[in-house]
């Protein structure tokens, strides 16, 4: 049926693919992908013989009204990114956006993403976070990190190996060195790393050891602070009941 199809790919191990996924891959008309070259590795693994074609951030403005006709007229196109679910800190959403506002049916798979396996293993609550992707590089990072500062949710960040550092020490500045973080790195892969403490424990391992592979940080909400008489109740509660 044509549509556009979000296609999860693994992050890591190519192993973690549905079979839907694979599926879905073989039977479209036209596959887009973030990197062909990343692509097209995957895709001879999986055993489908087809050429995928760029699509990116960088023409992503230039090609979508395209695509969208092309579905129109009866092709099904299967998007991807390198790694993980298309349009969660990869290209994606413009199309899909496009797609929608012209009326096209779009489908996304269920599949790999880097966001949850990392928050499940971290120990720290998961019953409600939110997802803060990557922080801005220069412009608007030190206001959006003070806003962040009082979020009682648990967040959730993506990071290079090379701004990891430096991301958590601005966290500490403005978290507190003692706010619990876990941070996983290379996920999926053979040399897969989670890393908990404070931020400070988290710091030293990295300043010891050089960062490598893709990183996913998980921090701690701010906790509120209780008043005397809450702290009191909780105190009188947790005492042992006499016979």
């Known amino acids: 049926m ?9 992050i890591g191990n190519l192993d973690d693919i549905t079979v839907r996924a694979v599926r879905t891959l073989s039977e479209a008309d036209l596959i887009l992908a973030e990197d062909t070259r990343t692509t097209s590795f995957l895709l001879r693994h999986l055993g489908i013989d087809k050429k995928p074609v760029s699509h990116h951030k960088f ?7 395209l695509v969208a006709s092309r579905i129109e007229a009866g092709q099904s196109v299967a998007l991807v990114s390198d790694a993980g679910t298309p349009g969660i800190s990869d290209p994606g ?11 096209i049916e779009v489908e996304t798979l269920p599949g790999a993403t880097a966001l949850i396996p990392a928050l499940v293993q971290s120990g720290l609550p998961s019953d409600r976070f939110c997802f803060e ?4 590089h220069k412009k608007g990072r030190a206001k959006r990190l003070a806003e962040l500062a009082s979020e009682p ?3 959730i960040f993506y990071e290079s190996p090379y701004r990891v550092r430096k991301t958590l020490g601005q966290l500490a500045e403005v978290m507190g060195a003692d706010r619990e973080v876990s941070v996983s790195r290379e996920l999926t892969k053979k040399f897969e790393e989670t890393v908990r403490g404070t931020l400070a424990d988290v710091i030293s391992h990295f300043t010891a050891r050089e960062p490598k592979g893709e990183f996913v940080v998980v921090v701690a909400g701010k906790r509120e602070r209780k008043g005397r008489d809450e702290a009191a109740a909780d105190d009188e509660t947790a005492k042992p009941i006499s016979e």
């Open 59 to 65: 023409n992503e403005h230039a090609t979508v009204q």
């Open 153 to 155: 949710r648990t967040m």
């Open 93 to 103: 959403f413009l199309l899909v956006r496009t797609c929608v506002e012209r009326g």
């Open 2 to 10: 044509s549509k556009l199809y979000v296609v999860p790919t693994p």
């Open 133 to 136: 992707g990557f922080l801005p």
